[in-house]
């Protein structure tokens, strides 16, 4: 599985921002994916997953309820709807494929970041 995220930007706080993941491969309608984020110092931590359906979907604590996690098999594209943003929510976010947990470790395929400022 290849990945590509793109769909970031500049926004202002409470400004709204989709990211996509297109991937390729053939295997990717069975695999969970997942979005991470790292913010300048540091480490990468957990956004949001999804598994291979939809049907099972988790969000870190500081994105609940703002962010919504999607995927459409048929264009094999994962989504991340980015609502009410915040400064603290600037990062470069990656998405990721193979996995359905909190643990980056446990995903073996990353796409490239795209990065996401969001000012006061």
């Known amino acids: 599985v290849q990945l590509q995220a793109y769909g970031g930007g500049l926004v202002q706080a409470g400004g709204s921002l989709r990211l996509s993941c297109a991937a390729s491969g053939r295997s990717f309608r069975s695999v969970g994916m997942g979005w991470f984020r790292q913010a300048p110092g540091k480490e990468r931590e957990f956004v949001a997953t999804?598994?291979?359906?939809?049907?099972?979907?988790g969000y870190a604590d500081s994105v609940k309820g703002r962010f919504t996690i999607s995927r459409d098999n048929a264009k094999n594209t994962m989504y991340l709807q980015m609502n009410n943003l915040k400064p603290d929510d600037t990062a470069v976010y990656y998405c990721a494929a193979g996995s359905i947990t909190t643990n980056r470790r446990e995903y073996e395929y990353w796409g490239q970041g795209t990065l996401v400022t969001v000012s006061s």
């Open positions: 999804i598994n291979f359906s939809g049907g099972y979907i």
